[in-house]
């Protein structure tokens, strides 16, 4: 069946730092994958997405994502993590003209 | 450029009541998607319109929950009578069918609408 999974609930990184989030799909076609944010209280904005092409894919607010097909992985990345990033953070398949949503990882970002 | 408009953003009632919520996707765009997101559950999709016409709703959790899209512009999601356990954010979503079948187009998405149900 297609999934996707976030094995992070939750992440704490110190502002500057760098930051992954891991993203794993099960699908047995090429997919088509997304990284969205929910900041507290809003909806999801959208900040990449891949189908095909090149497999590093840059989004919005500098983050990044690398695509891995022998990994079945999506990773999103930032090089060095604002303390506005703090956020929910989903991965997203397209499957069947619908999204289905990893469970999310919420980004916690100390000074 | 409107985005997905919903509403209410928030709306507590009481066990028993009727709730209606409301969406306007984006103009132009033909597919409508009704999520919902509860701590334990993340986000499920409940149902989804494409050109106005239900296409798949499985994920509606029960009778009491109905969708409806009478025109493009305007979408609600009825939940009559509601339980306690339906407490959750609400989220319409709209993009394009052929975009979306294209691999070419993302859903955009409103700022939900929060529902409590005491």
């Known amino acids: 069946a297609q999934s996707v999974t976030q094995p992070d609930i939750h992440i704490t990184v110190s502002e500057g730092a760098s930051l992954e989030l891991r993203c794993n799909y099960s699908y047995g076609a090429t997919p088509y994958l997304f990284w969205y944010v929910q900041s507290p209280g809003q909806g999801l904005q959208l900040l990449l997405k891949y189908f095909s092409g090149d497999t590093l894919v840059q989004g919005i607010k500098g983050f990044e994502a690398e695509f891995k097909r022998s990994q079945s992985s999506f990773n999103l990345r930032k090089p060095s993590v604002h303390w506005s990033d703090a956020a929910e953070y989903f991965c997203?398949?397209?499957?069947?003209?619908?999204?289905?949503f990893g469970a999310g990882t919420i980004l916690r970002v100390k000074s | 450029d409107a985005g997905v408009i919903q509403s209410p953003r928030h709306e507590v009632t009481e066990m028993g009541q009727e709730v209606t919520l409301r969406c306007k996707p984006i103009?132009?765009?033909?597919?409508l998607f009704w999520y919902r997101q509860t701590m334990m559950r993340g986000l499920e999709l409940l149902i989804y319109f494409n050109n106005n016409v239900p296409i798949d709703d499985s994920g509606m959790p029960e009778d009491r929950f109905s969708a409806k899209m009478p025109n493009a512009s305007f979408s609600t999601l009825k939940i009559q009578p509601s339980e306690p356990r339906d407490s959750a954010v609400y989220f319409c979503?709209?993009?394009?069918?052929?975009?979306?079948?294209?691999?070419?187009?993302?859903?955009?998405f409103g700022e939900g609408s929060r529902l409590t149900v005491l």
């Open positions: 997203a398949l397209l499957y069947g003209n619908k999204l289905v």
């Open positions: 103009s132009g765009h033909n597919s």
């Open positions: 979503a709209s993009s394009t069918y052929q975009a979306l079948r294209a691999n070419t187009g993302e859903l955009f």
